[in-house]
């Protein structure tokens, strides 16, 4: 178990954990010394072999005193990603080992959160069985960002063909807005401009409170830098505006932070900081 918040159990989920892209190409408006400035913050991320920022792949699995709730399902097995040819048509079991880890398995899971529809978030959204694409968990609903389903209806993807359309017409999808709760303890947050219908996850159990960023901040560095653009925000500036809410919120709070991409224990509390902020594992 990686923490307790109040009554619920929060599990990491861990698929991969490798070099992504170099930070120059992730974040853009950086900078040209922004490589330096990441390794200043979070020493030993970034590989010294490729340049590249090392990045988990993973979801969080909540075990609330009525239902267990997977918050993404990372990269998956058997999906078309030649872009990122790391992630294209793999076959690993540690994603499905971490579950069985937890003590479930895929029949466990009643809800799939999905923060938004990119690949390295609903992967395991479904497998390949005999040639064809079934929800991997049987007995669970899945919950989508409303505006995420209709831009990936639209451009018809191969993640939408693979990973959503299956689970849609299964009957087990329910496409969602902002500030959806789930049961007593979970609350979908708006955190737009990384995708148009990202949201970021609030657990309350209690007094305690702790918050998944989803992909509305990549690293911690952000923290001290929200203004930095990430190469795959939708909208950049927007995401901008979502990063400084989250981080405002988080650090007026203190509330645990679980940040889905963060350096590996990816747990810790934003500090306000001189106008901006700082991340204290």
């Not at 979070?42 to 490729?50: E, K, L």
């Not at 579950?99 to 999905?114: E, F, R, S």
């Not at 390295?120 to 989508?144: C, I, K, Q, S």
């Not at 960023?213 to 203004?227: F, L, N, R, Y």
Request: glycine residues 8%.
């Amino acid at each position: 178990m990686l923490c307790k918040i109040g009554d619920v159990e929060v599990w990491r989920i861990l698929e991969i954990h490798a070099p992504f892209l170099t930070t120059e190409e992730l974040f853009p408006s950086a900078g040209p010394d922004v490589r330096a400035v990441v390794e200043a913050h979070v020493p030993g991320c970034v590989c010294a072999q490729s340049g590249r920022l090392i990045l988990p792949i993973q979801g969080f699995l909540l075990k609330t005193p009525t239902h267990n709730i997977l918050v993404d399902s990372c990269v998956g097995n058997d999906k078309t990603v030649p872009r990122h040819p790391d992630w294209h048509k793999r076959s690993d079991t540690r994603f499905t080992a971490s579950l069985t880890a937890a003590g479930l398995d895929v029949g466990d899971i009643h809800y799939v959160l999905c923060t938004h529809l990119h690949v390295d978030h609903v992967g395991w959204n479904t497998r390949l069985e005999d040639g064809r694409w079934v929800p991997t968990f049987p007995n669970a609903r899945y919950l989508m960002p409303a505006a995420d389903e209709a831009y990936q209806r639209e451009h018809s993807s191969d993640l939408y063909v693979e990973s959503v359309l299956p689970v849609i017409e299964a009957g087990q999808a329910e496409l969602v807005e902002t500030g959806h709760m789930l049961g007593d303890h979970v609350t979908l947050m708006p955190t737009p401009g990384h995708t148009p219908g990202h949201v970021s996850i609030e657990i309350t159990s209690g007094n305690r409170r702790a918050l998944i960023t989803g992909d509305a901040i990549h690293t911690t560095v952000q923290c001290w830098h929200p203004e930095w653009h990430f190469k795959f925000d939708a909208d950049a500036d927007m995401a901008v505006t979502s990063r400084r809410r989250l981080l405002e919120s988080a650090s007026e709070t203190g509330c645990i932070v679980l940040g889905s991409h963060f350096a590996l224990p990816s747990l810790g509390r934003v500090k306000s900081d001189k106008g901006a902020f700082r991340w204290e594992d």
